[in-house]
């Protein structure tokens, strides 16, 4: 009986541990079940957050019938979620036939397909379709849809846009060319292959130095650099093509992919020697001159060419500094390039920064559209101040920053625009007295004064008229249309080294120009100016009427040392008042008063 009522209470004790161990397990399942629930709703959370952030809509089939589907599916499908449910998925997206890899629900796992969605409206949209079986039977599988509707646009209209550019390409008669980052030719046009007289993959394999020449291929190298840094460019270059002397006006812009990286650099270049017709310069050298004062200061002239220094250029006015300025440009590595020349004792003060610089539209009553100044048309050449001295103190202001950064801003500008134009200035004053007086900015005058070069009068190098007069007569024949030039006699040329010359060249070619408007055809007829022999000396014929009193004597007498200011100093008012002793505001009541036009002044 004891040993039967121990193993009673033995059992018990086992029941009761068993029990208790079942509802720890029962406990523990409750809790893992909880956390599999809070886990499933998560990851159904997390997916339903996944295909709402996700522009790709996701369908649910099992045996080729939806099952489930999301908005988004429904919204590129133009249908109602409930309306996809039940509906087989090949009604939805049906395979023509044009894909080898059959409809979504057939293949168990299959990668992107691209196929036609047909919308409730009956119309049909280009999709790509992932699919993934979600069981080993294949029964139920996963397909998510992609609308490929502006992808598919954006590609055609790329197609429309690069066959629109390789139309106006091949089309131009302008030479157009592509390059990419490392500057290698990988494009060029017909009418370049026509230009250089070669095939596109010869000019392709060709280095710059080849189709240019050295000189001319060390300037492209350095706009292309700068268009691929991001910078537009225009510049004027000459060349000769097939022997003739050709100017083209070229501009080129950075490629830039969607995202703004630049990739290369396109260039259009359009031949304008048509609108550029210059009148041809003979650019003798120092040695054909015959006075030993010109042979030195082109000398030196020379050996400052082929730098890209600043140089000041100084003599009277009339003595030729802009025909020095000119040489300089002809013998330096920038001879390609344009040549320009401003005269800043012309230049309006409301509008002179504009000129200068530029400006942008808006920037001022009557600005209409963007305006590149000199500086800017002057890239790759040579831009010549002339008359610097005249430059208002604020412009000199904003010329010194430019020869301190090769860039400046336009006026109403908000980015800076760099520039490569070699500047030279030029004045008859003197201009340490103008510093002195505060009329000339100091640091501006040292910035200058690199190189300077006195420019002697004419008077000082007379043996040089015979050069001079072959040189002006020449460029006179061609811009008056003349079909030959005058013979001119030596004892012409003495005549006229009789004479003082106090307007310098300017005063010889306005001589050589009145003979030519007169000239027959025969001989030349050169008359001297009526000027005395002496810068100092001047003499007048004074009509004298039996009518007239002190006053009408007094005012014509006046009148014709006005405009023999005026004449002396080539219609420069403000020094024709300095020579006079009177004021500016003065002279100009003169002008009025004695209706003094231009033509008085020949």
């Known amino acids: 009986m004891k040993d039967e009522a121990r193993s009673k209470k033995s059992l018990i004790r086992e029941l009761d541990a068993l029990r208790r161990r079942v509802a720890e397990l029962e406990h523990s399942f409750v809790e893992e079940r909880e956390l599999a629930e809070d886990a499933l709703s998560e990851a159904e959370l997390r997916y339903e957050k996944l295909t709402e952030a996700s522009p790709d809509g996701v369908v649910i089939t099992e045996g080729g019938f939806i099952v489930d589907a999301d908005e988004r599916i429904a919204e590129i499908s133009r249908r109602d979620p409930s309306d996809l449910l039940g509906m087989k998925f090949e009604e939805l997206i049906p395979d023509d036939g044009d894909s080898n890899q059959g409809t979504a629900h057939e293949s168990p796992e299959k990668g992107p397909v691209e196929l036609d969605l047909i919308r409730k409206d009956g119309t049909?949209?280009?999709?790509?379709?992932?699919?993934?079986?979600?069981?080993?039977?294949?029964?139920?599988?996963v397909a998510v849809v992609r609308d490929l509707t502006q992808e598919k646009e954006a590609e055609k209209e790329a197609a429309e846009q690069d066959e629109r550019f390789r139309a106006v390409f091949e089309a131009s008669t302008d030479a157009i060319y592509l390059k990419d980052s490392s500057l290698r030719l990988t494009h060029v046009n017909p009418a370049m292959e026509k230009l250089f007289g070669r095939s596109a993959s010869e000019l392709l394999a060709a280095s710059p130095e080849e189709l240019y020449g050295k000189r001319a291929a060390n300037s492209i190298r350095r706009w292309d650099s700068r268009a691929l840094s991001g910078e537009v460019i225009q510049n004027e270059r000459a060349q000769e093509v097939d022997g003739e002397p050709r100017v083209f006006l070229e501009n080129r812009v950075p490629l830039s992919d969607a995202n703004d990286n630049i990739?290369?650099?396109?260039?259009?270049?359009?031949?304008?020697?048509?609108?550029?017709?210059?009148?041809?310069r003979s650019v003798p050298g120092a040695q054909a001159y015959p006075s030993k004062s010109m042979r030195?200061?082109?000398?030196?002239?020379?050996?400052?060419?082929?730098?890209?220094?600043?140089?000041?250029?100084?003599?009277?006015?009339?003595?030729?500094?802009?025909?020095?300025?000119?040489?300089i440009h002809d013998h330096s590595k920038r001879s390609s390039g344009p040549y320009f020349t401003i005269n800043c004792a012309a230049l309006s003060p409301e509008l002179a920064e504009s000129e200068l610089f530029g400006h942008e539209a808006g920037s001022f009553t009557g600005a209409r559209g963007r305006k590149k100044g000199m500086l800017e048309l002057a890239e790759g050449g040579t831009l010549l101040l002339n008359e610097i001295g005249e430059l208002p103190l604020l412009l000199q202001s904003k010329l010194l920053t430019f020869l301190d950064s090769m860039s400046f801003m336009r006026v109403g500008g908000e980015r800076s625009v760099t520039v490569d134009a070699r500047l030279m200035a030029a004045t008859h004053r003197d201009l340490s007295e103008e510093v002195a007086k505060g009329d000339f900015l100091e640091p501006l005058y040292y910035r200058l004064n690199v190189f300077t070069l006195n420019v002697p009068p004419l008077r000082e190098r007379l043996e040089d008229?015979?050069?001079?007069?072959?040189?002006?007569?020449?460029?006179?024949?061609?811009?008056m249309n003349l079909t030959k030039i005058p013979r001119v006699d030596p004892s012409m040329i003495a005549g006229l080294s009789a004479y003082n010359w106090p307007g310098n060249v300017r005063e010889l070619?306005?001589?050589?120009?009145?003979?030519?408007?007169?000239?027959?055809g025969g001989p030349l007829d050169l008359k001297l100016p009526t000027a005395?022999?002496?810068?100092?000396?001047w003499s007048h014929d004074l009509p004298f009427s039996s009518d007239w009193g002190l006053r009408q004597v007094t005012d014509e007498i006046t009148k014709g040392m006005c405009i023999e200011a005026l004449r002396r100093t080539d219609g420069n008012k403000k020094e024709a008042a300095q020579i006079l002793r009177i004021s500016r505001d003065a002279l100009y009541r003169y002008i009025r008063r004695f209706n003094i036009n231009p033509e008085m002044l020949s």
Request: charged residues 25%; aromatic residues 4%.
């Open 532 to 537: 005395a022999k002496s810068e100092g000396q």
């Open 296 to 327: 030195s200061i082109l000398e030196l002239a020379e050996k400052i060419a082929v730098t890209d220094g600043t140089v000041l250029l100084l003599g009277e006015s009339g003595s030729g500094k802009d025909h020095l300025a000119q040489w």
């Open 465 to 479: 008229l015979s050069i001079l007069v072959d040189q002006i007569l020449a460029e006179l024949a061609h811009r």
């Open 124 to 141: 049909r949209i280009p999709v790509s379709i992932s699919t993934e079986a979600l069981s080993e039977s294949a029964a139920a599988a």
């Open 263 to 280: 990739w290369g650099v396109c260039c259009i270049s359009r031949d304008i020697t048509d609108y550029r017709r210059e009148v041809p």
């Open 509 to 520: 070619k306005n001589t050589l120009e009145r003979a030519l408007m007169l000239w027959d």
